[in-house]
Nanobody
Framework: VQLQAYGGGLVQAGGSLRLSCAASDYTLSHAVMGWFRRAPRKEREFVAAISWNAYTTYYADSVRGRFTISRDKATNTVYLQMNTLQPEDTAVYYC?????????????????WGLGTLVTVSS
């Protein structure tokens, strides 16, 4: 199983980006999908997660109201719409899948990880 995240880039503060993550295997169609990020000189942290049926979402307090996670089951893709970006959102963003289907903010629940995509927000 492979996860491929893309859509990162350079954006000015106040701008928007949409990250996408495609799963190579439809066995993850019932997995919880999540986004995490690692800012320079910081630990990796939870950003958002979505249940397999998209009925439930979790967000970190720092992004709630600005970021929206969604998924398209037809294409096995999860998205992270990021609005009103701030310099502190600068990080490498990772998508992850929790095949057990347990919605969680903890990294240990996720057993598949993609390579990250860099988001840089300039002030």
């Amino acid at each position: 199983v492979q996860l491929q995240a893309y859509g990162g880039g350079l954006v000015q503060a106040g701008g928007s980006l949409r990250l996408s993550c495609a799963a190579s295997d439809y066995t993850l169609s019932h997995a919880v999908m999540g986004w995490f990020r690692r800012a320079p000189r910081k630990e990796r942290e939870f950003v958002a997660a979505i249940s397999w049926n998209a009925y439930t979402t979790y967000y970190a307090d720092s992004v709630r109201g600005r970021f929206t996670i969604s998924r398209d089951k037809a294409t096995n893709t999860v998205y992270l719409q990021m609005n009103t970006l701030q310099p502190e959102d600068t990080a490498v963003y990772y998508c992850a899948a929790a095949s057990a289907g347990v919605l969680s903010r903890g990294m240990s629940a996720y057993d598949y990880w993609g390579l990250g995509t860099l988001v840089t927000v300039s002030s």
